[in-house]
């Protein structure tokens, strides 16, 4: 009987933990014709590792890692806005903050490690629409550039991820 990787049996252990599946073993049939297969758990257990690669990433998140109300409202609203205005959002954003006794609180904005906006936002409140309006116009031309960039680039002999 051939062995299972120990990489691949805890990814499977996992899997199952995340779609809520158990090791049902009450649920493999022997084949009708033959002899029940040694390892049909196991090529049961591999289907759902292949369906699960299809999951492997979300698209379109936009993370809140921001610490004050002035960020929890900042990232609110441009969430809401950016939804607005860009239908299919298919890149993962990130909205962090890091407060400032002189300024309030700086807003950056990533994707993929690379910064798309930063600001400053005064603690009064009054600039945080006129900010994220700035920041949602920010996002849909990097995301627009960043699509137009990735559609022209050569992937004859490397893939979009190994670039």
Same mark, same amino acid.
């Given at each position: 009987?051939?062995?299972?990787?120990? %990489?691949?049996?805890?990814?499977?252990? $996992?899997?199952?933990?995340?779609?809520?599946?158990?090791?049902?073993?009450?649920?493999?049939?022997?084949?009708?014709?033959?002899?029940? $297969?040694?390892?049909?758990?196991?090529?049961?257990?591999?289907?759902?590792?292949?369906?699960?690669?299809? #999951?492997?990433?979300?698209? @379109? &998140?936009?993370? +809140?890692?921001?610490?004050?109300? #002035? @960020?929890?409202?900042?990232?609110? $609203?441009?969430?809401?806005?950016?939804? +607005?205005?860009?239908?299919?959002?298919?890149?993962?954003?990130?909205?962090?903050?890091?407060?400032?006794?002189?300024?309030?609180? %700086?807003?950056?904005?990533?994707?993929?490690?690379?910064?798309?906006?930063?600001?400053?936002?005064?603690? @009064?409140?009054?600039?945080?629409?006129?900010?994220?309006?700035?920041? &949602?116009?920010?996002?849909?031309?990097?995301?627009?550039?960043?699509?137009?960039?990735?559609?022209?680039? +050569?992937?004859?002999? &490397?893939?979009?991820?190994?670039?």
């Amino acid at each position: 009987m051939k062995r299972l990787n120990p %990489i691949l049996l805890i990814a499977i252990v $996992l899997s199952n933990a995340f779609l809520g599946l158990g090791m049902a073993s009450d649920k493999v049939k022997p084949l009708e014709n033959g002899p029940p $297969l040694e390892n049909n758990g196991a090529l049961e257990l591999q289907g759902r590792l292949e369906s699960l690669d299809k #999951l492997r990433e979300i698209n @379109g &998140v936009v993370v +809140d890692q921001t610490m004050t109300r #002035l @960020g929890e409202d900042f990232y609110s $609203l441009f969430s809401q806005k950016l939804e +607005d205005e860009i239908e299919e959002l298919k890149e993962n954003l990130t909205v962090k903050e890091r407060p400032t006794a002189l300024s309030g609180s %700086i807003i950056t904005i990533f994707h993929r490690q690379n910064i798309i906006f930063r600001t400053a936002l005064s603690p @009064g409140r009054q600039n945080v629409e006129e900010k994220t309006d700035q920041a &949602v116009s920010a996002v849909k031309n990097y995301v627009l550039r960043w699509r137009i960039e990735r559609y022209l680039k +050569d992937t004859f002999d &490397v893939d979009y991820d190994e670039i």
